[in-house]
């Protein structure tokens, strides 16, 4: 145990930690636009899956990772806004709504990848000099993105009109109202920013880290992302330590492989390894979920009075 | 009766509207909505092996509807049936093996698994309880920490998936596959735990159709929910907390209590999918085995419109997707069969958009 902590076995934790919260951060991000104006975005999942399928297809078709990424943003948004049309104009359930965009995606990128690569399993592989750029092989360019993302965001959340109408449509829908902020139209861009934003993050999950789509790849970050969210108590600095975290944890399970040994001499079961960020998800929220404050209107359809 | 027309109208036509926009999908990957969903739903009643498979696919959707129904009548989503059931079929299974008299042939040598050999009868009853019981503490789980954290069940229900699933294939890996057996299975369970098949008594079908006399325990449980939820006390409570959970506190019902309540038994029927799957058709546990039929509970529920009746007809209808999914990849040139995960996923998200015209 002892001869791993080197300085070089920290730094690639450190760095390993970082390329898997990167994902993370996008999504929770945007989640956190979304539920900050009332909605509650269990559709995640789905918008990262739509985000890595176009971008691995538009990367590989194009060639061009920067034109990839935002074809993924773009079909994020698209989608963001079926879910926000369905959830705000129809008032359907958010969370029932939210899962069915994550089967969704689950199944249409394999009907469509099935149709042009004849593989329902995968799209095609792409050239790594055709994949996002990594700075002195450590850094991805998308991980900066997010990282720079979170000031940002803090800055439209806190310091912008726009953001104080996006947490008071989440507060006090009524309020809002009355005081002049169209709280539908918010909660449709709010909705469409978290698509944009989740997007990004799968897009980088296939055409960063990996470097094709397979199916399901995202294997529940989605929902991590949401784990952090909570964890962060809805708020933008919070969420980059809250991703960290849980970056963390994964970079520690997959340098654990091989390592650590059990009592018996032999290596840890994979699927003990596999399990851990999902383990530790439910412990954070069983332990810090008490201390957090939804945003009060979270998950009530608003519905314009006459 | 205007009531019962209005809740089968709109189940009827988020179905159709699915239709719509799965055929708009088909015609852009080029190949014939008609044909393919000809494809898709011919295959069905034709003959009674196709009938056999239609009502064996049913069966655990069946199970699965009720377990997300239960939870949604208080109030909860239960997207870890799919867990549930894969927790309960290996338990299922190990209580086969070794209580079931199993010996193994490893190598050419044979060694008994088993510690002791139960009468069939027993053997069964015990088999079944355990489906019941092993599904029941994996979906009380959830039901718990919202309980008494508050923790949001969807969340916990999928992270519950992950750890279940890999959980049981680490103990089918290292202890209860047959070293040398090259798929992921345990070995096979005794026969005395085996349940009939319906083919013994219905003289025409085909020996081969796995269709097992669990479809009839999943009309039965269809009937016990409807009286549990409508007919007592119990289940009076338990929708109550679901319809507003503060109006029920007021009037002295426990929503936590509650909670736990619904989540174990939804996860306890979840757990049934074994009772089929273990006992009646691959006699073991297969890593794997289900076709998502969790989540696919949760459209079969949601089309059901939350009601045993509407499940039944449900379940069976999902049934005819799936089974046609396999004729659908065969006989179109473009179209896999992932098709049916996305119309199940249209359906829900139609459904759940069409609920607001139902309250009304």
Redesign the interface.
């Known amino acids: 145990m002892g001869d791993i902590l080197t300085p070089t076995f920290l730094l690639i934790l450190l760095f390993s930690s970082i390329r898997l919260a990167t994902p993370l951060i996008f999504a929770a991000l945007g989640g956190m636009f979304s539920e900050r104006a009332g909605v509650i975005n269990?559709a995640l999942e789905g918008l990262m899956l739509t985000g890595a399928f176009t971008a691995a297809v538009a990367t590989y078709e194009l060639s061009n990772p920067y034109i990839g990424f935002l074809c993924g943003v773009a079909a994020g948004a698209f989608v963001a806004l079926?879910f926000a049309i369905?959830v705000i104009k129809?008032?359907?359930?958010q969370?029932?709504?939210g899962?069915?965009?994550s089967?969704?995606m689950?199944?249409?990128p394999?009907?469509?990848s099935?149709?042009i690569y004849d593989s329902?399993g995968s799209t095609q592989q792409i050239a790594k000099e055709f994949l996002l750029p990594d700075f002195y092989n450590r850094i991805s360019i998308a991980s900066i993105l997010a990282f720079a993302l979170i000031p940002v965001c803090w800055y439209v959340l806190y310091k912008t009109p726009f953001g104080l109408r996006i947490r008071a449509a989440g507060e006090n829908p009524e309020a809002a109202d009355a005081a002049g902020v169209n709280v539908i139209k918010l909660r449709y861009v709010a909705v469409i920013m978290s698509g944009v934003l989740a997007a990004a993050g799968g897009a980088y999950l296939s055409i960063g880290q990996s470097s094709l789509f397979t199916r399901g790849m995202t294997?529940?970050r989605g929902?991590i992302a949401?784990?952090a969210l909570?964890l962060a108590k809805w708020k933008p600095i919070p969420v980059l330590f809250a991703c960290l975290f849980f970056g963390f944890t994964e970079a520690l399970a997959i340098q654990m492989q091989g390592v650590i040994k059990m009592p018996s001499g032999e290596d840890v079961?994979v699927?003990?390894i596999?399990?851990i960020p999902?383990?530790l998800?439910?412990i954070v929220?069983?332990?810090f979920?008490?201390l957090s404050r939804a945003p009060k209107a979270l998950g009530v359809p608003y519905r314009k009075e006459n | 009766m205007n009531k019962v027309f209005r809740e089968i109208t709109w189940p009827v036509v988020a179905v159709l509207a699915a239709f719509v926009v799965g055929g708009i999908?088909v015609l852009l990957?080029?190949d014939n909505p008609f044909v393919t969903f000809y494809h898709l739903i011919g295959n069905s009643f034709g003959s009674l092996n196709d009938i056999g498979y239609t009502l064996f696919i049913a069966t655990p959707l069946i199970f699965t509807g009720l377990a997300v129904a239960v939870a949604f009548r208080c109030g909860l989503?239960n997207?870890g049936a799919e867990g549930q059931l894969y927790i309960a079929a290996f338990a299922t299974a190990w209580v086969g093996i070794k209580f079931g008299g199993t010996v193994v042939t490893i190598f050419g040598k044979q060694e008994d698994w088993s510690w002791y050999s139960l009468p069939s009868i027993l053997l069964i009853l015990v088999c079944v309880l355990t489906a019941v019981i092993a599904g029941g503490i994996w979906g009380a789980i959830p039901g718990i920490?919202k309980a008494?954290?508050?923790?949001?069940e969807?969340?916990?229900t999928?992270?519950?998936n992950?750890?279940g699933i890999?959980?049981v294939?680490?103990f089918t890996?290292?202890y209860f596959k047959i070293p040398g057996d090259p798929i992921l299975q345990t070995a096979e369970i005794g026969k005395g735990a085996h349940i009939p098949r319906i083919s013994q008594y219905i003289p025409g079908m085909p020996d081969f159709v796995p269709l097992s006399v669990a479809f009839l325990l999943a009309i039965l449980m269809c009937v016990l929910v409807y009286i549990f939820l409508w007919k007592t006390k119990w289940g009076y409570e338990l929708r109550a907390v679901g319809e507003n959970a503060s109006a029920a506190e007021y009037g002295g019902i426990s929503p936590k209590k509650q909670i736990i309540i619904a989540m174990t038994i939804s996860g306890g029927l979840a757990g049934m999918v074994a009772i089929g799957e273990v006992l009646g058709y691959r006699y073991r546990y297969y890593d794997g085995f289900s076709d998502g039929w969790g989540?696919l509970g949760?459209a079969v529920a949601?089309l059901g419109r939350n009601h045993p009746l509407g499940i039944f007809i449900a379940a069976i209808f999902f049934a005819v997707l799936k089974r046609g999914e396999i004729f659908v990849d065969i006989e179109t040139k473009?179209?896999?069969?992932?098709?049916?995960?996305?119309l199940?996923?249209?359906i829900?998200?139609f459904v759940?958009?069409?609920?607001?015209f139902t309250r009304k």
């Open positions: 269990i079926i369905a129809f008032e359907a359930d969370v029932v709504a899962f069915a965009v089967l969704l689950l199944g249409l394999a009907v469509i099935s149709r329902a294997a529940g929902y949401l784990a909570i079961p699927q003990f596999q399990m999902y383990v998800t439910i929220l069983a332990g979920i008490g | 999908i990957i080029g989503l997207i920490l008494r954290f508050g923790s949001h969807v969340i916990n999928i992270m519950l992950f750890i890999s959980l294939s680490y890996q290292y989540f949760i949601l473009y179209v896999s069969k992932d098709l049916v995960e996305v199940q996923a249209i829900i998200i759940a958009s069409l609920q607001k």
